[in-house]
């Protein structure tokens, strides 16, 4: 059953693109105040208004900024596919991959802000910035939401490495001899500083993407790899890798054994958010419908069960000035690390 929701899924979103947490109910004030009252009016008069405008009235070319198949890519289409049911026009997901995703964000940037070309995208957008591969970051862009969050990104070893926890990676890496495999430019990139900056002394080399790291330690060509945990979960279940610990605030909860490598006294956490942008100067009515579409599809029973079956994710949604706050706090942490980023 579980395979079934997720390739109807994934099927239907591949078909769109070649054409081209759950939420706690409050109780009810028993004696709303009038200013309360007026709130809400206001707040249903301007949720009719964005209803009523006249779009989308063509197809919207959703921008992922990495190759199909990773977990950015699923998350796009899955929200492409019940996007299209929902605004009622074809969502499509094009892939425009190079240089760490700033040449994806660029194509969005440059794009017409007529609610047409939007980007899915995540917190690498301000990696991009800082080490000057763009010009911009969400100031350059109109965000509409955060549409999810990975499930952590783990570092692992090999089952076969010499090295049982991370405390003996660190201390090892000391000397000058422990091959940190990262994206150059991209959010691995930001997590090598991150342990750097905490007491290790990692050589971060590029070695490409999710699954190109994947291929490194299994072929011994590095030592260790952060990758999100959905892309490295059947390895740790076969036990081909062993994972030393999660680049997160707290454990995830479907894999409560994994620390966290706060726990274990380095100050190193950089969740990875998903977002959706339009481009700066998109009118703020198409921002938000689009942004409440893509909280419906949230919502939805079916795409949490695919999102966790998939990429061990749990539920999350944000927009307006919530989603806003979360992603300067976002930039902050990127930016606080320029220097070593930029070595």
């Known amino acids: 059953m579980k395979k079934r929701v997720i390739s109807t899924l994934l099927v239907g979103a591949m078909v769109f693109s070649l054409a081209g947490c759950g939420t706690k109910q409050e109780a009810e004030p028993e004696a709303p105040a009038p200013a309360e009252t007026t709130e809400k009016a206001d707040g249903d008069a301007a949720a009719e208004e964005t209803a009523d405008i006249a779009w989308p009235e063509k197809t919207i070319n959703i921008i992922c900024p990495f190759s ?11 929200y492409a596919e019940k996007l299209t049911e929902i605004l009622g026009v ?7 991959t190079g240089n760490g995703g700033a040449t994806g964000a660029q194509q969005v940037f440059d794009s017409e802000p007529d609610g047409n070309t939007v980007l899915f995208y995540h917190d690498a957008l301000y990696v991009n910035n800082v080490t000057g591969a763009t010009e911009f970051g969400m100031d350059g862009f109109e965000l509409a939401c955060v549409a999810g969050k990975n499930a952590g990104n783990v570092v692992c070893v090999s089952a076969k490495s010499e090295y049982e926890t991370l405390e003996d990676l660190v201390e090892a890496s000391k000397n000058g001899n422990v091959t940190f495999a990262s994206n150059v430019g991209a959010t691995t990139h930001v997590m090598g500083a991150m342990m750097n900056a905490a007491g290790a002394n990692f050589n971060l080399v590029d070695m490409g993407n999710a699954s190109d790291r ?21 390895y740790l279940d076969s036990g081909d890798f062993r994972a030393l610990c999660l680049l997160e605030d707290e454990r995830n909860e479907h894999y409560p054994d994994i620390p966290t490598a706060k726990e274990l006294g380095y100050d190193a956490s950089f969740p990875i958010y998903y977002f ?17 579409a893509c909280e419906q599809v949230s919502n939805m029973k079916e795409i949490q069960q695919a999102q966790f079956e998939s990429f061990s994710q749990s539920p999350f949604f944000a927009k307006g000035e919530e989603a806003i706050a979360l992603e300067k ?9 320029r220097d070593m980023l930029n070595q």
């Open 329 to 337: 706090e976002q930039q902050a942490s990127v930016e606080a690390l």
């Open 90 to 96: 074809n969502c499509i997901v094009t892939n425009v």
């Open 68 to 78: 199909a198949g990773g977990d950015t890519d699923f998350n796009a289409r899955i």
């Open 214 to 234: 994947i291929a490194a330690l299994m072929g011994g060509q590095c030592d260790a790899i952060p990758n999100p945990l959905g892309t490295t979960q059947q």
């Open 276 to 292: 959706f942008a339009f481009p700066d100067g998109t009118d703020q009515a198409i921002v938000d419908k689009f942004a409440d």
